[in-house]
């Protein structure tokens, strides 16, 4: 049994069962360009984006709100940023702030009724001077829910389950689990990177890309080797779990968040749905493209789904552009 595989980067430990993570290396707690550097908010790191309608944000200053607190003996844990402080911050009231108010401990769940749909989140930059005392900043808070990794159902590999050693036996629906953090690629990179995998045994199997798509920009993550525990949810047609685009600030980079999308019991394996993503994980067209057929995959490049739900779709999602 491994202790922490964040290596005391995340608030609380995540421990595996499992010593042998295979392919992974590096645990990383937010994405970062393959040369190591991070994907904070930048116009010329955003231009990498192989899309033509990337958005010129060119002689913009980045957008703040001037969020303070006048009296810092305040108990409140979040007294800023709130929608009812809607009419004093700038970052709310131009985007709307989706976070219930944080409790003395942070717990804050995320209202999924309420957002309307396929609309990225706007947290606070971490540019605002709102810090800590920011109530729409908990994707940015790192993960704070106990999980471990072991292996999952038959030849899925190893999967993320929800192990309430101080948490309550039921993970509310809303909650924040990670992000999905890892190498941040182009177009041209995620299809360079598929190619050397296949032409790499050590690499190992599986597919660990996803495609975050929004008008005008198209990012693919891929925490095969540099990544977080988001690596490690299995996909099913019937998930627990969502995927939702973050940004924090309105001119960074997107994010993709990982929240419960209903409530979540004691020892489950925590799943989403690999299409859901503004895109979908997979370069499965290349197998068809270089001929290649292997087991569980078709002649179209699909894989066989294992998540075994009654409402399975039979095969993965996969991303024909890919
Ligand atoms: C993001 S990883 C998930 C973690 C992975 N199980 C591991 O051990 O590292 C995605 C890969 O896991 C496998 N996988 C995930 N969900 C699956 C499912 N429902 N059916 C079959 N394979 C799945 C596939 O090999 C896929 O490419």
Redesign the pocket.
């Known amino acids: 049994m491994m202790g922490d595989i964040s290596k005391g980067q995340e608030p609380f430990p995540i421990s595996s069962l499992q010593d042998d993570?295979?392919?992974?290396n590096t645990y990383i707690t937010d994405s970062i360009f393959p040369d190591g550097t991070s994907i904070a908010s930048s116009k010329a790191e955003r231009n990498d984006s192989d899309d033509d309608e990337v958005d010129d944000l060119e002689g913009n200053d980045p957008w703040t709100c001037s969020c303070t607190i006048d009296d810092p003996e305040d108990q409140d844990v979040a007294v800023l940023c709130t929608v009812r402080d809607s009419d004093s911050c700038d970052c709310v009231s131009g985007f709307g702030n989706f976070y219930t108010k944080p409790d003395t401990h942070f717990h804050q769940l995320l209202n999924l009724d309420a957002l309307p749909e396929r609309l990225p989140l706007v947290e606070c930059s971490p540019q605002c001077p709102c810090f800590e005392r920011c109530a729409n900043k908990l994707t940015q808070r790192g993960v704070r829910v106990s999980l471990i990794t072991k292996p999952?159902s038959s030849?899925?590999?190893?999967?993320?389950f929800y192990t309430p050693n101080y948490d309550s036996p039921t993970l509310p629906k809303g909650t924040f689990i990670s992000l999905y953090a890892g190498e941040y690629l182009t177009t041209h990179q995620a299809r360079q990177r598929w190619i050397d995998q296949l032409n790499n045994p050590k690499a190992g199997?599986?597919?660990?890309v996803?495609s975050v798509k929004l008008p005008g920009e198209t990012w693919h993550i891929d925490?095969r080797y540099k990544g977080n525990i988001?690596?490690?949810?299995?996909?099913?047609?019937e998930p627990n779990c969502v995927i939702q685009i973050v940004r924090w600030g309105v001119d960074s980079l997107p994010r993709a968040a990982i929240f419960t999308k209903r409530d979540v019991v004691d020892g489950e394996e925590l799943?989403f749905d690999?299409a859901n993503a503004s895109g979908s994980?997979?370069m499965a067209s290349h197998l068809e493209e270089q001929g290649l057929v292997q087991d569980?995959i078709d002649q179209k490049g699909r894989?066989?789904?294992?998540?075994a739900s009654e409402r399975c779709r039979g095969w993965?999602p996969f991303d024909e552009r890919l």
Do not use: V
């Open positions: 993570l295979g392919s992974f999952a030849g899925i590999g190893l999967g993320l199997e599986g597919n660990y996803l925490p988001g690596r490690f949810l299995n996909h099913s047609c799943t690999y994980t997979g569980g894989t066989r789904c294992l998540c993965m």
